[in-house]
């Protein structure tokens, strides 16, 4: 509504209607130092009010919960809708009361429940409020607390605020004077008005920033280098720490477990689930948005993954949220494919599910590539369990295996199977029990020895 502009180009964006049929009060300003005029409402008039409550009302019902929208700035008060009035003259400072702010929370708090709202400033009618984030259009010039009382953080300090970002989002625009030097390497950081970015990002645990010099002209050389740096550190950085898997409750199953940690400045503000798929297998856990602080972590777990070498052999973690929009995945901080998944190989937790048997067809001894794959039957023609009998040509045996120690997997020795029956003399008289094997099924019966296992 309040939009200065230089003289002989400046147009009212205060509604017609208002003035018109309502009798809003304008009030026309000039400004040097802005070099800049205007004409602003009465901030007090209750029909200007009223139309900015039924704005926010309709603009919420059309636009709360879209995924298209990240934050919404407050807005609507002040030049350039920031919720100051300042034209060198003090008196300007004044022309928002206090009332007027109170409503306009208000009808964001009401019209957007579930989007993000900012404002310019913190106000003690936002503070602590879910969903009620800040947004700095100084970044980096009046910013970080210098023992300025009207610099950005230092109203958020002595407001008692300065976990905010907790639950809504910081934001902003890089002050536009800074843009095109900010990331150079001999940027005078610490001089007046001329803040480090990243002291900026720490400090006030920034999610995104305005900064249009980085679309138009551009950065280059170790300008961008910096830039990208400074990107990257905003908003949140999700990784996978840990992966573990036990024997699950159900018959021929594992539970996944899964550490997630949050390494960002900033944690994701609104809902964040954590997916495991493996070979047409697929979970959600909601609860990755609640991790918050930096540092801190959480622990998933998935309860019922087939015990198979298909499944866990390639187990793929991914984020996932109804605000991500098709195409724009969030993100790990890590992983294949710029962060869209992490994948991980699990053995099978105590050698593989005990039901499961696995075959073998041997002529002297095992093969140990075989025996305890992961899980999967073992190669071979071989069905029946403990049966001596033929399994091919060649003197082969069928033996029989309902587990392995030690996690799965091959072992130099393999456990020997039970033989059966009662211990047997072979056709050439040799007893198979001590040496723990079964007597051939093929060959002439007077020499049929015994096959060891």
């Known amino acids: ?239 996978v720490t840990e992966v573990s898997a036990e024997v699950g409750a159900v018959t021929d199953t594992v539970d996944v477990a899964t550490t997630i940690v949050q390494d960002g400045i900033a944690p994701f503000y609104y809902d964040l689930a954590l997916e495991i798929s493996c070979s047409g297998y697929g979970a959600t856990v909601g609860g990755v948005d609640g991790i918050v602080a930096e540092g801190s972590s959480a622990t998933f777990t998935f309860a019922g993954l087939p015990a198979t070498t298909d499944c866990l052999s390639s187990v793929v973690f991914s984020l996932s949220s109804s605000y991500a929009l098709p195409g724009a995945p969030v993100k790990f901080a890590q992983g294949a494919s710029d962060g869209i998944n992490v994948a991980v190989s699990l053995p099978l937790p105590g050698g593989g599910p005990s039901t499961q048997a696995k075959y073998l067809c041997a002529k002297n001894e095992p093969l140990h590539a075989t025996i305890c794959a992961d899980g999967s039957a073992a190669g071979g023609d071989c069905t029946t369990e403990g049966a001596g009998d033929s399994c091919g040509r060649g003197g082969k045996v069928c033996w029989w295996n309902t587990g392995c120690e030690g996690g799965g997997g091959p072992t130099p020795t393999p456990p020997p199977p039970t033989p059966p029956g009662p211990c047997p003399t072979c056709g050439n008289g040799e007893e198979c029990c001590p040496k723990v094997g079964v007597c051939a099924t093929s060959g002439k019966p007077s020499s049929r020895p015994c096959i060891l296992f």
């Open 1 to 239: 509504m309040d939009y200065p502009r230089a003289e002989g180009s400046y147009v009212s964006h205060t509604p017609q209607f208002l003035i018109d049929d309502y009798n809003l009060v304008m009030t026309p300003w000039s400004s040097t130092s802005l070099n800049a005029v205007g004409s602003s409402p009465d901030y007090s008039d209750p029909n200007l009010v009223t139309a900015l409550e039924n704005f926010i009302a309709a603009l919420g019902a059309q636009y709360d919960s879209d995924p298209r929208v990240g934050y919404v700035q407050l807005g609507l008060l002040g030049f350039w809708g920031e919720w100051h009035t300042w034209t060198g003259d003090p008196a300007t400072d004044s022309w928002i009361p206090d009332g007027t702010r109170v409503a306009v929370i208000d009808a964001y708090d009401a019209a957007f429940p579930t989007t993000q709202v900012q404002a310019r400033y913190i106000h003690w009618r936002a503070v602590g409020r879910e969903g009620f984030g800040l947004h700095d259009d100084s970044f980096a010039y009046s910013t970080i607390d210098d023992g300025v009382d009207w610099f950005f953080w230092s109203q958020v300090v002595n407001a008692g605020a300065t976990d905010f970002w907790t639950t809504g989002a910081m934001g902003g625009e890089v002050r536009p004077e800074l843009q095109s030097t900010i990331f150079d390497s001999d940027y005078p950081a610490g001089t007046p008005y001329k803040q480090d970015f990243g002291t900026c990002s720490e400090t006030t645990h920034a999610t995104y920033m305005l900064n249009y010099h980085a679309a138009w002209p551009g950065y280059s050389g170790t300008a961008l280098d910096n830039a990208r740096a400074a990107s990257d550190r905003m908003g949140y950085a999700f990784r």
